[in-house]
């Protein structure tokens, strides 16, 4: 039986790395992705769960009326979440739960078919068994849910693409297991998701911004 707090990170290094994850991304959240973020998230209603939700950016972005189930294994990571729920403006209700994706304590929080939208953002690159994580969205969504998708990805052209490929192991080590070269698009069009609005930009390294369904 796996233990339900397998992927639970408590690290000395998830301490840092959730201390300086903020201020290092500050830049890119306002030059860019801040705007996503912002078109992605403000449409959505009803039940929401936030998979990897780390620090609680998109906390604020819920509308009023939203009941969001937040999830985030690193338990440092959480701690900031709840920091900016006391300090910011949040008109949704949000309900932070310490758990990631392919843990049992998720599993016995989440109801299967129980949600209008999954949303995930910057978390793809993450999580380590993505295609076994998108299996479980697929239980856990409404028939006719979403799943919001900000994710950075694999350069599609060479060199940068073969430099990602390089760099990619001592990135996952620096970055708390985060991959450089992610194609989630095709990923979850081979899971049977389609994609009703999307988006590929490249800024500093390429990033795909998706609204998908489930194909009939
Ligand atoms: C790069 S951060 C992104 C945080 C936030 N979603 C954002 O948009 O800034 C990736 C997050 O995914 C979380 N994570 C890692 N494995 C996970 C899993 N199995 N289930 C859910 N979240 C996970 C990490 O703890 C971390 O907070």
Not at 144 to 165: C, M, N, Q, S, W
Request: charged share 25%.
């Amino acid at each position: 039986m796996s233990n339900p707090n397998a992927n639970i990170k408590e690290g000395f290094y998830s301490k840092l790395f959730a201390r300086f994850y903020d201020p290092f991304m500050e830049s890119m959240e306002q030059r860019v992705l801040g705007r996503y973020r912002k078109q992605l998230l403000e449409p959505l209603s009803g039940n929401i769960l936030e998979v990897g939700s780390g620090t609680g950016i998109n906390f604020k972005l819920y509308p009023k009326g939203c009941h969001v189930l937040a999830s985030e294994p690193s338990e440092h990571m959480l701690r900031y979440a709840q920091e900016r729920l006391k300090m910011e403006a949040v008109s949704a209700n949000i309900e932070l739960v310490l758990a990631g994706v392919g843990s049992q304590e998720l599993e016995k929080k989440v109801p299967p078919g129980g949600f209008d939208a999954i949303v995930c953002t910057l978390v793809l690159c993450t999580i380590p068994e993505p295609e076994k994580a998108v299996e479980s969205f697929k239980k856990w969504l409404k028939p006719d849910g979403k799943l919001v998708i900000l994710e950075h990805v694999h350069a599609k052209t060479h060199p940068r693409k073969a430099f990602h490929t390089i760099l990619n192991p001592a990135w996952k080590h620096f970055a708390e297991g985060c991959h450089l070269t992610r194609d989630t698009a095709k990923m979850l069009r081979n899971s049977g998701f389609e994609a009703e609005w999307e988006h590929d930009f490249t800024k500093v390294i390429p990033f795909h911004v998706s609204v998908m369904r489930l194909q009939n």
